[in-house]
């Protein structure tokens, strides 16, 4: 079958798969539209790719550094652009591997806050009455901790590594979701077309799962992206004080940790990383303006 | 075959409450089609949203085939009782295509057969294959009315409670949905109860009706009685004349 634009663009489709690509391809069309946000997703996708091809990608060894011949050197050196650090150990190499972990952080988190917050929202929302009220008031609880500190005393009671701190940054990332996720489900829950999908019989799961859900994805899926540079800045700082990733891991808040004392000195130690994470934080938040842009439900066209 | 008797509604807002229905009683015989009409707030739509298990009953019996209604409603009460609501373009959730729509009923109830069954609904309510992939923002007023329409009956129901299917779509769709409707009911000896508060619509479809006002059922007639205006109660006569155009009352003579 092909795969062309009139194909994709034809308003009367086929086949179940036709009419969903040609929905997304619509979006698409529409999100290239804006400018700021293609630049947010440029950088996620270098981010992605510097991930994915890293060990190609990467001209020296991350983790170990010739402390001899190697140490310090500035930036622009020959074979070592961004300069090296205290261990002698390529920058550059470091920020391409340590993109790895940025992007496990982000993606984990995603997977593991974002369906956990749907759930409690949507399921809040639909019942009402004292299902609201329990679930609702723990949310508020967990909301009510500073997030950082709250995955900080996680992250001491179950030991620093990079493991735990996306445990403790999904725990902290969920409630947000859940109020989100709650208020769209009140606005759906009295409609006609959830009135109808009852007379048909549908159970409460059913309708929340194939009904709702999918109602309220879109303005999660922007939260969540918007929330991104947080989240980045969560484990940067968490990797900063020591409780994140732990060394020789080439993590951008260790990283910083490690060129703050001699920042003075050999500034670019403790910048580069520092421009990384300035660059992705703002690459996930011009993004998730445009999918607020492209996803808004109540935007009709 | 359907019968409501001093059905009462009441719906509750933390210690206030609201008496939307207080006590109406008709029969609707099989292969009929009945009609409820009132003024706007009189209740008729609750009346409909009561016997399908959307709104509560505080009162009254439903039956069906003399026996009551389960509370709340199983899945083959829905199999026999279908409703098509007001407005079309809520009525449809707007990320899902008439496809997974129309599915989504037949899958729930165990139906085999879908494909054939959607396109057989498709065509039914004058709608071609080519609509069956599209979303509903992909369509106009009439079709989604359509397609509610195929929805509700995709279930094969023997009774079908329209909550004024065509106030919401312009004159000309209008007809055009009332006549799809007149056909189905011909063809496949459907129940009708109908809520409207246009009386030509009432008169076209309904062999008979109930005068609704403020949650009370006024008065019944049949359509003999409200093409010839002869009515018993005061507040029908004002629904009448207010049905036949706006005249001026102080008019000198």
């Not at chain 1, 009419?19 to 999100?31: C, E, I, M, P």
């Not at chain 1, 190697?70 to 190499?93: A, C, K």
């Not at chain 1, 996306?166 to 077309?193: G, M, Q, V």
Request: net charge neutral; aromatic share 8%.
């Amino acid at each position: 079958m092909s795969m062309t634009r009139e194909w994709l663009l034809s308003d009367q489709p086929v086949s179940r798969r036709q009419a969903r690509l040609g929905q997304a391809y619509r979006t698409w069309l529409d999100f290239r539209t804006n400018g700021l946000a293609m630049f947010g997703f440029l950088i996620v996708l270098v981010l992605v790719l510097l991930a994915v091809f890293a060990p190609w990608l990467a001209p020296h060894d991350p983790l170990v550094g010739d402390l001899n011949t190697t140490r310090l050197l500035p930036p622009l050196t020959e074979g070592y652009w961004l300069g090296t650090d205290d261990q002698g150990r390529d920058i550059l190499s470091r920020l391409i591997y340590g993109s790895r972990i940025t992007l496990a952080v982000v993606a984990l988190v995603a997977v593991i806050a974002t369906p956990v917050g749907l759930l409690v929202g949507t399921t809040a929302g639909y019942f009402g009455g004292w299902v609201d009220t329990v679930l609702m008031r723990f949310t508020d609880i967990v909301l009510a901790f500073p997030k950082l500190i709250l995955a900080l005393a996680f992250v001491a009671a179950l030991g620093p590594g990079i493991e735990n701190a996306i445990i403790a940054i999904s725990i902290t990332a969920w409630p947000p979701y859940a109020r989100l996720a709650r208020a769209e489900t009140l606005t759906i829950r009295n409609s006609d077309f959830i009135a109808a999908t009852k007379l048909q019989g549908a159970s409460s799961a059913r309708i929340i799962w194939k009904h709702i859900v999918p109602l309220c994805m879109s303005s999660v899926i922007v939260r969540v992206t918007l929330d991104m540079a947080g989240i980045i800045l969560t484990a940067a700082g968490l990797g900063f004080l020591g409780l994140g990733a732990q060394p020789p891991q080439p993590e951008w808040g260790a990283m910083i940790a490690g060129g703050r004392n001699f920042l003075v000195d050999y500034w670019w130690v403790a910048t580069m990383p520092g421009l990384a994470i300035f660059t992705v934080s703002l690459g996930f938040n011009l993004l998730g303006d445009g999918l607020r842009d492209v996803l808004d439900p109540k935007r009709q066209k | 075959m359907l019968s409501v008797d001093n059905l009462e509604v009441t719906f509750a807002f933390g210690t206030d409450e609201v008496r939307a229905v207080r006590g109406v009683s008709f029969n609707v015989q099989q292969g009929e089609s009945y009609g409820i009409v009132g003024e706007s707030g009189s209740g008729k739509s609750t009346v409909l949203r009561a016997i399908c298990g959307l709104a509560p009953v505080s009162g009254g019996r439903v039956t069906l085939d003399g026996v009551d209604i389960p509370a709340p409603r199983t899945p083959d009460f829905y199999r026999r009782v279908q409703m098509v609501f007001q407005d079309p373009y809520a009525s449809l959730h707007p990320r899902h295509t008439i496809d997974s729509v129309l599915s989504e009923p037949l899958s729930i109830q165990g139906f085999d057969r879908r494909d054939e069954r959607i396109a057989q609904a498709l065509e039914e309510v004058g709608l071609g294959q080519g609509f069956r992939f599209r979303y509903p923002h992909q369509l106009s007023g009439g079709q989604r009315q359509r397609i509610a329409v195929a929805r509700a009956l995709i279930l094969e129901p023997q009774i079908l409670l329209l909550d004024e299917p065509t106030s919401a779509l312009d004159a000309s769709i209008q007809a055009e949905v009332l006549n799809l409707l007149d056909r189905l009911r011909a063809e496949r000896g459907l129940t009708y109860v109908m809520v409207s508060h246009d009386l030509a619509v009432i008169s076209h479809m309904c062999e008979r009706l109930v005068v609704m006002e403020h949650g009370l059922a006024v008065e019944e007639l049949t359509r003999a009685d409200l093409r010839s205006h002869r009515a018993e109660t005061d507040y029908t006569r004002k629904l009448l004349k207010a049905s036949a155009g706006y005249t001026r009352e102080d008019e000198p003579a």
